[in-house]
């Protein structure tokens, strides 16, 4: 069984910065790890992923150059640095690891979930 805990969430204003951290309990260096968001009245979507050994990553096309995925498995952690943060990226971020060590983006690839950390971007 693993547990992820996701941390960094908070409320920003447009064009700054924050970093969100999941640190995971249980095994994660074999398995890919990825970033999802739910909005309000909005589907969970895929955010970003990270293969087993940080070789590949996949993101979103709307987060591509503001947003970076890392891990780090000496310390079972997964963060995602958000740069130039717009008020459409308000929502309840979730960590996720699926079962495989590519960096898949489809929320149905996906085994175990954090319970998620809110980001709020005000206009």
């Known amino acids: 069984q693993v547990q992820l805990v996701e941390s960094g969430g908070g409320l920003v204003q447009a064009g700054d910065s924050l970093r969100l951290s999941c640190t995971a309990s249980g095994a994660f260096s074999s398995f890919a790890m990825g970033w999802f968001r739910r909005a309000p009245g909005r589907e969970r979507e895929f955010v970003a992923a990270?293969?087993?050994?940080?070789?590949?990553?996949s993101y979103r096309n709307s987060v591509k150059g503001r947003f970076t995925i890392s891990r780090d498995n000496a310390k079972n952690t997964v963060a995602l640095q958000m740069n130039s943060l717009r008020p459409e990226d308000t929502a309840v971020y979730y960590c996720?690891?699926?079962?495989?060590?590519?960096?898949?983006?489809?929320?149905?690839?996906?085994?175990?979930w954090g319970q998620g950390t809110q980001v709020t971007v005000s206009s």
């Open positions: 996720a690891q699926t079962k495989y060590g590519a960096p898949l983006i489809t929320t149905s690839s996906y085994d175990y």
């Open positions: 990270i293969g087993w050994n940080g070789g590949s990553t």
